[in-house]
């Protein structure tokens, strides 16, 4: 099964966001937008996992942040990666923490047990649309969209499954391990 290792970002974010991407939308951009309840940052994209092995990541992983402190990180400004000269993602940016950069560097190493590599910088942000067209002149028609820096608090990270479908992606809690609290199966 094609999966995923994220961190929810609260209502507000949420909120923000879906009215940056009505925005977007009001002045002709297409997308696959992504709705509100899938909005996460992306710590590591896994791919096709079987459930045994995702399921013994899962443990070690949680095993490996047992009591991991708890911390925050702020989402803020909009942003996007383009190709050539067009964009392709829009993104909200996220304030890369010590911690959430230890966190990052803790799951990684645990994964790098179970034979997985990234070679990639990380680069934390919460994708909110992948471009399918856009308007002549697109940089001027954004130059306005920011976003305010809103707290999310975190103290837990969870495993995603992922099943691509024409409409978008579907997305469904496999396992969430908390810092204090440890593994909870939702599978």
């Known amino acids: 099964m094609r999966t995923f290792i994220a961190i929810d970002v609260n209502e507000e974010v ?17 997308a696959t937008w992504v709705s ?21 990541i899962a443990e070690h992983l949680c095993r490996r942040v047992r009591g991991f402190p708890s911390f925050s990180f702020t989402v803020k400004g909009f942003g996007y990666f383009k190709r050539k000269m067009s964009p392709r993602v829009f993104w909200l940016g996220v304030e890369n923490t010590d911690r959430l950069m230890k966190l990052y560097e803790e799951l990684r190493n645990e994964l790098s047990h179970h034979g997985f590599s990234f070679e990639e910088k990380f680069v934390p942000h919460i994708t909110i649309g992948r471009v399918k067209y856009y308007p002549d002149k697109w940089e001027k028609l954004i130059e306005d969209i920011d976003f305010p820096p809103i707290e999310v608090a975190v103290d837990r990270f969870k495993i995603y499954s992922s099943t691509l479908t024409p409409t978008g992606p579907i997305y469904r809690v496999l396992y969430e391990c908390q810092f204090e609290g440890g593994l909870i199966r939702y599978v």
Do not use: P, Y
């Not at 909120?15 to 951009?29: D, P, T, V």
């Not at 909005?39 to 399921?55: A, N, P």
């Open 36 to 56: 509100e309840e899938n909005m996460h940052l992306t710590l590591f994209f896994l791919g096709e996992v079987d459930e045994q092995k995702i399921s013994e």
């Open 14 to 30: 949420k909120k923000q966001a879906s009215e940056i991407i009505e925005k977007l939308m009001r002045r002709g951009f297409g």
